[in-house]
């Protein structure tokens, strides 16, 4: 009776210690690594068309902050006066706080979830 336990608690091991690994390496899922500048091309694409300096009523700029969020992540003004490279590194702070949950639309239509 002893076998089906020590069988169990060995498969059970071995999922725990491969399920971050696994998780790790998804694109989808939110890890520590900072998402490349070819993924916030292809959000701003989805998002605004690509163009980085687009004003609208509540969103601004490639990855559409709203005012209150771009002031979160320590954003000035507005998101559309800011360079490309600035939206990037706002938008990675934001990503680290939140993932992908400011962009539901996009992030889904790219597979970034």
């Known amino acids: 009776m002893r076998r089906p336990v020590v069988w169990l608690a060995a498969a059970l091991v071995v999922v725990l210690l491969s399920a971050p690994a696994a998780e790790a390496h998804s694109p989808r899922r939110r890890s520590g690594v900072a998402p490349s500048a070819a993924v916030w091309d292809r959000l701003a694409q989805c998002e605004s068309g690509g163009r980085w300096h687009i004003r ?23 998101a559309a006066d800011a360079s490309k490279g600035e939206q990037i590194a706002r938008a990675t702070t934001l990503h680290s706080r939140r993932g992908w949950q400011p962009w539901p639309a996009c992030s889904r239509k790219l597979r970034l979830r």
């Open 56 to 78: 609208g009523r509540t969103y601004s700029g490639g990855l559409q902050f709203d005012a209150r969020t771009w002031r979160s992540v320590g954003g000035r003004g507005v």
